[in-house]
């Protein structure tokens, strides 16, 4: 069974800086996808940023991008120019591209907390 | 109404009581989740709906019962729940389950506390 791991219980950052938060994965599988989803404190969970395993450019969005370390097995989000509204639990997900069975299954880790400081 | 929405955002019930929890979403989508997120821990799929037909019950206890009704709507009736069962309850949506470009949309979540 996939597992996802994220190490960091909680990160601080200093608004306007730049924060790199952590996910490693285990799985057997050649062909994933992993994403990372925000969730602030109004609970809502939000799509950051996705990943398809097969592709060896790393995902952009705005001031959301990622390391892809396919035979690490790392997966880490990097917030550039952090905002006060960035401020959120970051879960890591990863999800089996795998024909059949249960591949529309999201593995989560624990989730990362991050404070941002005016 | 946009996205995908839940009521009641909290709920408060004793272990004998009878409750249930709504998600709709407003995205045309074709698959409806249920999860479970407790603190410190991962999130919990519950069941799956593809269709509306039940495609995963990941070994949830009877106490909790879903139903989706149609493809806009999934409820997870509650009753005789034990005080582990609080946590908040993460309803999602998706257009293509287990598609290349499948992304899962969430609720804001009911925070359920059982006394």
Same mark, same amino acid.
């Given at each position: 069974?996939?597992?996802?791991?994220?190490?960091?219980?909680?990160?601080s950052v200093q608004e306007a800086e730049?924060?790199?938060?952590?996910?490693? !994965?285990?799985? /057997?599988? /050649?062909?994933? !996808?992993?994403?990372?989803?925000?969730?602030?404190?109004?609970?809502?969970?939000?799509?950051?940023?996705?990943?398809?395993?097969?592709?060896?450019?790393?995902?952009?969005?705005?001031?959301?991008?990622?390391?892809?370390?396919?035979?690490?097995?790392?997966?880490?989000?990097?917030?550039?120019?952090s905002q006060l509204g960035?401020a959120?639990?970051?879960?890591?997900?990863?999800? /089996?591209?795998?024909?059949?069975? /249960?591949?529309?299954?999201?593995?989560?880790?624990?989730?990362?907390?991050?404070t941002v400081n005016p | 109404?946009?996205?995908?929405?839940?009521?009641?955002?909290?709920?408060?019930?004793?272990? =004998?009581? %009878?409750?249930?929890? %709504?998600?709709?979403?407003?995205?045309?989508?074709?698959?409806?989740? +249920?999860? %479970?997120?407790? #603190? %410190?821990?991962?999130?919990? *799929?519950?069941?799956?709906?593809?269709?509306?037909?039940?495609?995963?019950?990941?070994?949830?206890?009877?106490?909790?019962?879903?139903?989706?009704?149609?493809?806009?709507? *999934?409820? *997870?009736?509650?009753?005789?729940?034990?005080?582990?069962?609080? #946590?908040?309850?993460?309803?999602?949506?998706?257009?293509?389950?287990?598609? +290349?470009?499948?992304?899962?949309?969430?609720?804001?979540? =009911?925070?359920?506390?059982?006394?």
């Amino acid at each position: 069974a996939q597992t996802v791991t994220q190490s960091q219980p909680e990160m601080s950052v200093q608004e306007a800086e730049t924060v790199t938060l952590s996910c490693t !994965y285990d799985t /057997s599988e /050649s062909d994933y !996808y992993l994403f990372w989803y925000k969730q602030p404190p109004s609970r809502q969970m939000i799509l950051v940023i996705r990943q398809e395993a097969y592709k060896q450019q790393n995902a952009t969005e705005n001031r959301f991008s990622v390391n892809f370390q396919k035979a690490a097995k790392s997966f880490s989000l990097k917030i550039s120019d952090s905002q006060l509204g960035d401020a959120a639990m970051y879960f890591c997900a990863y999800r /089996s591209a795998q024909s059949g069975g /249960s591949n529309y299954k999201l593995t989560f880790g624990k989730g990362t907390l991050l404070t941002v400081n005016p | 109404e946009t996205g995908v929405t839940q009521t009641p955002r909290h709920l408060v019930m004793g272990m =004998t009581n %009878k409750k249930s929890l %709504k998600c709709e979403q407003h995205l045309g989508h074709n698959a409806m989740y +249920w999860y %479970k997120q407790s #603190a %410190k821990k991962p999130l919990e *799929l519950m069941f799956v709906y593809s269709l509306e037909e039940r495609v995963e019950n990941n070994s949830v206890p009877s106490r909790f019962s879903p139903e989706c009704p149609n493809s806009s709507h *999934l409820f *997870l009736h509650l009753h005789t729940l034990q005080p582990e069962d609080s #946590a908040l309850y993460l309803c999602a949506s998706s257009q293509d389950p287990g598609g +290349w470009a499948d992304t899962q949309y969430f609720g804001p979540g =009911t925070r359920l506390t059982v006394l």
